[in-house]
């Protein structure tokens, strides 16, 4: 019945539409990769972190066809895997760099859209299997599957159009790359492919080292929604393998470690403090030095593990959202953060349409980011060129931004949690003819 | 074993007593100026005004230990070049001829300064920068910059804060490093550098009680700097009167550059130390004296030190004891 | 924990308190906002300017300076020169000068292409010396700059400032304790030369491709640390303008201003910050009038983002910078005046403690009002009273979303269906109206760059009437966009427009208060004003209200007040005709001062407040009936009645 009543709705969406929505993303892209403000956008900070700027991939490359290492400085922060990688790529686009960043984003919106299609029609699925569960009266916080089903398009539509990633991608930032990674590893674990997610995790991994504690979250997925534990297992292994072969390949077969040093090392202990949309180079450049080695493990500990446990704990059933909303904290917390990356988990936001009632900050969130981002650059400039403002004016601003997102997650997390009270005990909220009052403890 | 305890505490009251009643062998000074920068002229001026008298009153320059964190004389700004003034009348230039310069520049650190003081030197470390002072030795610690309340900055990166200085001067007596120290300093809020203090045989005094600025004493218009500091000027003027022969005393020394002319109120610490500074010669810390010196208008004293120099013969092996033990035992095992 | 409690318990409160109040709220903040600001002026709100950089060592120095008769000659061979060359830097001389005075000595050329007419080219050269820090490294510099101004010159003349400036350089050069480059720069062309002269020693430009060809330098000196820009008018100087306001709205640092400050009170000339010196009264109403006029006139021009002098360009380089403006007569009454001497001590007392500093300025404020030469304000203290007037477009903003919210539950409850929201339509509306702004912001390139045919009339018809034709064009756009008819659509874009607006105003108070501030005591009230209403006359109403605050119009109305007192003797109708020549000439020249020099006003205006302005006007445009939500509700409800009775 239920596979029936989505044979409907698959085509509520029709492909023409998708194929004008990305041609008119990449003219949008290429209009501004030609124009003045390309090289604009690629010099903001907030685009362009160590890690993922072009600018330092180019030298690198510049470096490597000179044979010199590029590692022995502290200029390249990119695996050399990914380096033979854009080496080639450029060799394809035969040098038109533009084009290639234009189609891996435009490929990691469609994959996106794909992932979210999979992930709501299995949504749908699953409450009409348990339908007979619910409360009586929750009916009004059922898919209603004429929203749901758009969802996916509006992921499409966020993720093309998102500023943020439209910038990260204009700016040639390597975060292209690393969301196209993570967009395939969303989708393989939606579609239950445990050997290509396994494969994406690890060359995630290997790219910005967060997404590791993502193993845990994707087990999850594989335990509750796909409920296979061959699956686990293979999913695991590739892990493991792949990140085994990465390692051997880009330490030249165990001659070289260099890059670990100016990759891992880079992440972890956070050498260089050029500004970004984060908040660990306030923090490193305002410390006294004997206190940095604590407050890098009180920080990555907080990026990567502090909420692990417990998020997990309480989303086990909902492993899709738990997943992104791991990423999320990776993202808010990780020590050089682009708004690429927020860009990349703000576009998966339409897939939680079916939460989206019962958030409560979405205006407040909505009016932090607008006002945070576009006071960044003002201040960055008045800080930076004009030498009137200091580093606490943009610190300010990036605080702000952290905590928009911090607030959006808390919400958006908060809002599954009431939405499966509601399913279970109806929309019925009194307790002793008061009205109650739902609190996480 | 008790009765070892005992004998021990006995021994050390006696020791104690025996010290605080002992003359001193010989002088060091520790002239130390913490602040670069161009407008901190006066406090370079200062410390070689101070530098300039005790090498006068006779400690010799192997004796001085001088900090001085910037080059002032050189300083492209100096309208006159090599050179630096402590008054505006131009007529001394203390920064002569003969002026050694141990620590300088960037090598004025927090911890060079408290390793000069508790002798934890690195190996190889050249004599003119070593305070090789003993337990008959009174040192002069001559401290000036920009202080705070309960620290003193140092180069406008660093800080030692008072609590560091008591320690490092409680080291510096558990190592039997000095007699008698007078700690004198020039800076705002100057006394709460000196309120840690546990040590005895320390007489402290400085410029502005906590709460209080120290002020410039006058501009120079010709150079265009503060030149040097009320409290150093005053102090200055009295030591100017002071020759190695003269009989005035600390206690007079203490009251120098009263509230009418300091504006702030200079603050005394007495309880540390034993004697009365009404009857210590101020030549004890300001001058130098010398094992070979013998003065003959003085030949009672001497007399009863050298005795009492004699009977103190007898314990020498056992002045180690303070020694942290496990120094004690590697040198005993080498 | 208080965040992941269910936001709803605390908030439903707060939501319906908001709801029920925010118009008052609004009101209140808008109110509060502008008394907070009128209370700026009032001696317990701003404090006696200080010195915060130790360094400086202000005026500790004795002047030497003794080159008055040197200044004299130089300024009567001066005034020889100009009598030969009557339009034209007598550069030939001026590096004779320098040369004589022993500086390394050199030309810039430089030109213009006239913004709107390619073929018009301007050329003009600078003559700047190096004055090389004997003892030290060479890696900062101090500028001391003047304007040439030949004898045709509308402006006053300034050959006074050049005299004792190569009179200054041949004391310096005697010199052996400066630790820094001097600068001695001589610029012709007004700002356009400082600004040429600045984008090469830097290798940048800031304006407009091919407009400015800033040419080359051929001697650098260290990074610029700060810079005095001298305009004196006369040999005797009985008073002395201090001017800080430079491109922009930046201001330079308030060390700066108090060294200038008190080296001309120092020197005894009276001493002036707008024309007005320090001003005591024992009447608080009186000081307080006067104070609040200080502080007006010194936000008016900040808030055109026009340099008053040519050290505004500088600032943009992170060189702090002012202009000394010396008058022979004087307003105070009985002060004296002042010679060479007097002036060359002045610049010697600022000079050496520059030359004391260490490090950039970075102590002092760099945000601040000056409601007169001794009182500051902080950006701290001012900051609030623009703040209280944008949040009250945060608030409404959010309120209206609630609102929103609210009848769109009780539509799902009560299950009606009103036409539905088009978000994507809303958003195309939006983006269209700002696609119309950077098309407007475009016309004046195009207009020159592509219709040659037109160069034989002048600007204003080039340019300022299809501008104004693409203005009036625009206003008809509500009448095209057919979902003006839907109630919460229009809400929706109210509320979009609305933050629009409060993020701008938040983005140019920090950049330039002054404007800001300007902007909002203007824009927020009309915008509290403007809903989507069925009521007709109050719709009329609001298209009338929200039609005078089009940039526009307030530009019209603010140089037709500015002209009304620079002529207030000529009649009603000479007024009006000049005024509307003013404006025509002063939209022209935020143009020019656009692509020239980078001022961002003209870009500002019509790609974010025309755009913003469109989309309140289309709200203002708003038509539907009323009672179409009750009846169907009513209908709805007799429909469920009767499901019921079913």
Not at chain 1, 89 to 109: P, S
Not at chain 1, 209 to 217: E, K
Not at chain 1, 350 to 365: A, K, M
Request: hydrophobic fraction near 40%; glycine fraction near 6%.
């Amino acid at each position: 019945m239920s596979l029936k009543k989505l044979r409907i709705y698959n085509n509520l969406i029709s492909t023409p539409r998708i194929i004008i929505t990305c041609l008119s993303a990449i003219i949008v892209r290429y209009y501004l990769m030609m124009s003045k403000y390309q090289s604009v956008i690629a010099n903001h900070v907030e685009v362009s972190t160590p890690l993922n700027s072009w600018k330092r991939v180019s030298e690198g490359l510049y470096l490597l066809s000179l044979n010199i290492n590029p590692y022995e400085g502290d200029l390249l922060h990119e695996t050399p895997l990914s380096l033979y990688l854009y080496k080639n790529i450029l060799q394809v686009f035969q040098g038109k760099i533009h084009l290639a960043f234009i189609t891996l984003d435009v490929t990691t919106a469609v994959v996106l859209y794909f992932t979210t299609k999979k992930f709501t029609e299995d949504l749908f699925v699953e409450e009409e299997e348990n339908k007979a569960t619910y409360a009586k009266d929750a009916e009004e916080c059922f898919l209603k599957p004429d929203k749901l089903f758009k969802s996916s398009y509006y992921v499409l539509l966020t993720y093309l159009f998102n500023p943020y990633i439209l910038f990260s991608c204009v700016g040639y930032s390597t975060t292209v790359f690393y969301n196209l990674y993570l967009s395939v590893m969303l989708f393989s674990m939606v579609h239950g492919i445990p050997v290509l997610c396994g494969v994406f995790l690890a060359i995630a991994a290997s790219v910005s080292f967060y997404p590791v504690v993502l193993v845990l979250p994707i087990t999850m997925y594989f335990k509750y929604a796909i409920k296979s534990h061959t699956k686990i297992i293979v999913n695991l292994t590739s892990f493991v393998v792949t990140s085994l072969l990465i390692f051997v390949l880009c330490s030249n077969f165990g001659t070289d470690f260099s890059y670990i040093r100016s990759v891992y090392g880079c992440i972890l202990t956070i050498p260089d403090l050029q500004p970004n949309v984060g908040l660990f180079w306030y923090f490193f450049t305002e410390m006294f030095e004997h206190f940095r080695e604590l407050f890098i493990y009180a920080f990555q500990i907080n990026t990567t593990i502090l909420y692990l446990i417990p998020v997990s704990l309480k989303f086990r059933k909902h492993p899709f959202l738990l997943t992104v909303a791991v990423n999320f904290i990776i993202t808010i917390f990780k020590s050089y953060p682009s708004v690429g990356d927020v860009g990349f988990v703000l576009s998966l936001m339409p897939s939680f349409s079916h939460l989206f009632p019962f958030s409560q900050q979405g205006f407040l969130v909505g009016t932090m980011l607008v006002i945070s981002t576009s006071l960044a650059p003002i201040l960055y400039y008045l800080w930076i060129y004009c030498n009137s403002a200091n580093a606490n004016f943009y610190f300010g601003v990036t605080l702000s931004f952290a905590v928009a997102q911090i607030f959006l997650l808390t919400d958006l997390l908060f809002s599954q949690v009431k939405r499966d009270y509601m399913l279970k005990y109806g929309k019925d909220r009194k307790i002793d003819g008061e009205e109650g009052i739902l609190c996480l403890e | 074993m008790h009765l070892l305890n005992v004998y021990f505490f006995l021994f050390s009251i006696s020791v104690v007593q025996s010290f605080s009643n002992k003359n001193h062998t010989n002088n060091w000074a520790v002239l130390v100026d913490t602040s670069r920068f161009w407008f901190n002229y006066r406090h370079v001026a200062n410390v070689l005004s101070i530098y300039r008298s005790v090498k006068r009153l006779g400690i010799p320059d192997s004796q001085i230990i001088l900090m001085i964190a910037d080059d002032m004389a050189c300083n492209p700004r100096n309208p006159r070049p090599g050179t630096v003034f402590n008054n505006a009348d131009q007529h001394i230039n203390v920064y002569g001829d003969d002026v050694e310069v141990d620590y300088r520049g960037y090598e004025v650190t927090v911890e060079n300064f408290v390793r000069l003081l508790t002798g934890r030197l690195p190996p190889g470390t050249p004599r003119s920068k070593q305070l090789l002072s003993d337990e008959g030795s009174n040192v002069l610690i001559y401290l000036t910059g920009h202080g705070g309340d309960g620290f003193l900055k140092f180069q406008d990166s660093e800080e030692i804060t008072s609590q560091e200085m008591a320690d490092a001067l409680e080291q510096m007596w558990q190592k039997q490093r000095y007699n008698e120290i007078f700690f004198m300093i020039d800076t705002c809020q100057a006394a709460s550098m000196y309120e840690r203090f546990y040590s005895p045989n320390i007489l402290a005094v400085g410029s502005s009680l906590v709460g209080e600025d120290s002020l410039s004493h006058h501009v120079d218009s010709s150079i265009g700097v503060y030149i040097i500091d009320r409290y150093t000027y005053y102090a200055l003027e009295f030591l100017e009167k002071v020759n190695p022969q003269s009989d005035k005393s600390m206690g007079e020394f203490l009251k120098v550059c009263p509230k009418s002319v300091c504006i702030s109120t200079v603050g005394v610490r007495k309880d540390l130390f034993n004697r009365n500074p009404d009857n210590v010669p101020i030549t004890d810390f300001f001058g130098s004296i010398r094992p070979v010196e013998v003065l003959c208008d003085l030949s009672n004293v001497t007399l009863l030190q050298s005795k009492q120099l004699s009977q103190e013969e007898a314990f020498k092996p056992k002045k180690y004891r303070y020694i942290d033990p496990i120094v004690n035992f590697n040198t005993i095992k080498s | 924990m208080g965040l992941l409690t269910d936001p709803t318990t605390g908030q439903g409160k707060f939501i319906k308190i908001l709801l029920k109040y925010y118009s008052y709220a609004c009101m209140l903040l808008y109110i509060g906002g502008v008394i907070w600001f009128l209370a700026l002026a009032y001696p317990t709100m701003n404090a006696n300017t200080y010195f915060s950089e130790n360094a400086l060592l202000p005026g500790l120095v004795k002047s030497q300076f003794r080159e008055d008769r040197e200044a004299a000659r130089y300024h009567e061979e001066l005034l020889d020169e100009m009598n030969k060359y009557h339009d034209s830097i007598p550069y030939s001389w001026l590096l004779a000068k320098f040369n004589q005075i022993g500086l390394d000595t050199y030309t810039h050329n430089f030109t213009l292409t006239s913004p709107f007419n390619r073929k018009d080219k301007f050329s003009g050269k600078n003559v700047y010396g190096i004055l090389r820090a004997p003892r030290g490294s060479s890696s900062e510099a101090l500028v001391l700059s003047t304007p040439f101004r030949p004898s045709t010159s509308a402006h006053p003349p300034t050959a006074p400032s050049v005299a004792i400036m190569l009179a200054f350089a041949k004391f310096a050069n005697r010199e052996k304790y400066w630790a820094k480059d001097i600068i001695f720069l001589i610029t012709e062309h007004e700002q356009v030369g400082v600004q040429a002269w600045l984008e090469a020693y830097y290798g940048v430009s800031c304006g407009s491709e091919n407009i400015l060809d800033h040419g080359d330098l051929r001697g650098r000196g260290g990074a610029i640390q700060a810079a005095i820009n001298l305009e004196l008018h006369s040999e005797r100087i009985g008073q002395m303008d201090i001017k800080i306001e430079g491109l922009n709205g930046q201001l330079p640092n308030l060390d700066l201003f108090n060294l200038a400050s008190k080296m001309c009170t120092k020197e005894g000339v009276y001493q002036t910050f707008k024309n007005k010196g320090p001003f005591y009264s024992r009447k608080p109403s009186k000081e307080w009038l006067n104070y609040f006029r200080n502080m007006l006139s010194m936000m008016g021009t900040q808030a055109t983002g026009i340099p008053n002098g040519n050290h505004g360009l500088f600032h943009r380089f992170g060189i702090q910078a002012l202009t000394l403006e010396g008058f022979e007569q004087s307003r105070a009454k009985g002060s004296n005046k002042i010679w060479f001497v007097g002036t060359g001590r002045i610049i010697e007392g600022i000079f050496r403690s520059l030359n004391n500093l260490l490090e950039r300025f970075h102590q002092s404020f760099f945000f601040y009002l000056l409601p007169s030469s001794d009182r500051y304000i902080s950006i701290s203290i001012y900051i609030p009273s623009v703040c209280l007037m944008i949040g009250t477009m945060f608030i409404k903003a959010c309120a209206r979303w609630f609102k929103l919210q609210e009848t769109s539950c009780k539509e799902m409850s009560t299950e009606t269906h009103s036409p539905p929201v088009r978000i994507d339509k809303i958003i195309t509306t939006f983006l269209v109206t700002h696609f119309f702004g950077v098309l407007v912001s475009n016309i004046p390139q195009f207009m020159s760059r592509y219709i040659t045919s037109l160069s034989v009339y002048e600007t204003n018809v080039k340019v300022f009437y299809p501008l104004l034709a693409c203005l009036v064009q625009l206003l008809f756009i509500p009448l095209f966009i057919r979902m003006r008819h839907c109630r919460k659509s229009m809400e929706l874009l109210n509320i979009l427009a609305m933050l629009e607006l409060g993020t701008v105003l938040i983005c140019i108070s920090m950049n330039n208060f002054s404007l800001g501030f300007f902007c909002a005591i203007i824009s927020v009230p009309a915008a509290l004003l403007v809903n989507p209403s069925s009521c007709r006359i109050c719709s009329y109403f609001q298209r009338f209200l929200w039609f005078l605050v089009h940039p526009l119009i307030i530009l019209t109305v603010a140089v037709m007040i500015n002209t009304y007192f620079l002529f207030p003797e000529e009649r009603m109708k000479e007024i009006v005709i000049r005024g509307w020549d003013a404006t025509q000439q002063s939209v022209i020249f935020s143009i020019v001062d656009s692509m020239v020099y980078g001022n961002w006003l003209y870009g500002v205006v019509t790609n974010i407040f025309i755009p913003n302005w469109l989309c309140f006007w289309i709200v203002s445009f708003c038509v539907f009936k009323e009672d179409e939500i009750d009846t169907e509700k009513t209908e709805d409800i007799t429909d469920k009645d009767i499901k019921k009775t079913n």
